[in-house]
């Protein structure tokens, strides 16, 4: 089956310092990758949608200039919380699809610590 | 805009028995995915399984199958010979093909059902 990695898988940075999570599809060229983000106990909220050489389209409310999103090729994805705050702590998790019309397969996500 | 609704927050199963995990959705779509994933505590999201609205025979994997009624916007998930690794959290996921002319073919997931298996 399709592979998705995603690291790091843990992560704690400092209030003000920007952190970057990679995504990568490591069998197959992902022409579409997802970002969510998961609060506890919580089902996933989608962030993002990114295609590869493209500007990433955000969902409502949530800040580009926080989360910048790069999709630089069809195996790597990567997000980047800048000026990261405490109550950016959160679980991430991405997802690449083949093509639009098949199923997202997941990254392992990425604990994000804000301290 | 479409919406998945899981109104169970939490279900429990003894071992090797069958559990229905209930889920269903509001669209004015005519073509669409529907999905179960499965997150367990190590929080990797596996699909467990996956039906496309067009077809009227229910999906099946191994012991997991689905009960989809298209006219009522239902899609059940049924864990037969329930096994301690089955628990998990269980999210119903709905997108639309982008063939359809929608444009939503991201993911909508419900806010998902946790499953305890009790031996």
């Known amino acids: 089956g399709a592979v998705v990695s995603q690291h790091p898988s843990r992560v704690i940075c400092k209030s003000g310092t920007s952190v970057k999570i990679e995504c990568r599809s490591l069998d197959f060229q992902a022409t579409t990758m997802f970002w969510y983000r998961q609060f506890p106990k919580q089902s996933l909220m989608l962030m993002a949608t990114s295609n590869e050489g493209s500007k990433a389209t955000y969902e409502q409310g949530v800040e580009k200039d926080k989360f910048l999103i790069n999709h630089a090729s069809l195996t790597l994805s990567t997000l980047t919380v800048t000026s990261a705050h405490p109550e950016d702590s959160s679980f991430y998790i991405c997802?690449?699809?083949?093509?639009?019309?098949?199923?997202?397969?997941f990254g392992q996500g990425t604990r994000l610590t804000v301290v | 805009a479409q919406t998945v609704t899981q109104s169970q927050p939490e279900m429990s199963v003894q071992e090797a028995e069958t559990v229905t995990l209930s889920c269903t959705y509001d669209?004015?779509?005519?073509?669409?995915?529907l999905f179960w994933y499965k997150q367990p505590p190590s929080r990797q999201m596996i699909l467990v399984i996956r039906q496309e609205a067009y077809k009227q025979q229910n999906a099946t994997e191994n012991r997991f199958s689905v009960n989809f009624q298209k006219a009522a916007k239902s899609f059940s998930l049924k864990i037969s010979d329930s096994q301690l690794g089955d628990a998990a959290m269980y999210f119903c996921?709905?997108?639309?093909?982008?063939?359809?002319?929608?444009?939503?073919?991201?993911?909508?997931f419900g806010k998902g059902t946790l499953l305890t298996v009790n031996p």
């Open positions: 996921a709905y997108r639309t093909p982008l063939w359809s002319g929608g444009s939503n073919y991201k993911l909508t």
């Open positions: 997802s690449a699809a083949v093509d639009r019309n098949t199923e997202a397969f």
């Open positions: 669209t004015s779509e005519s073509d669409y995915y």
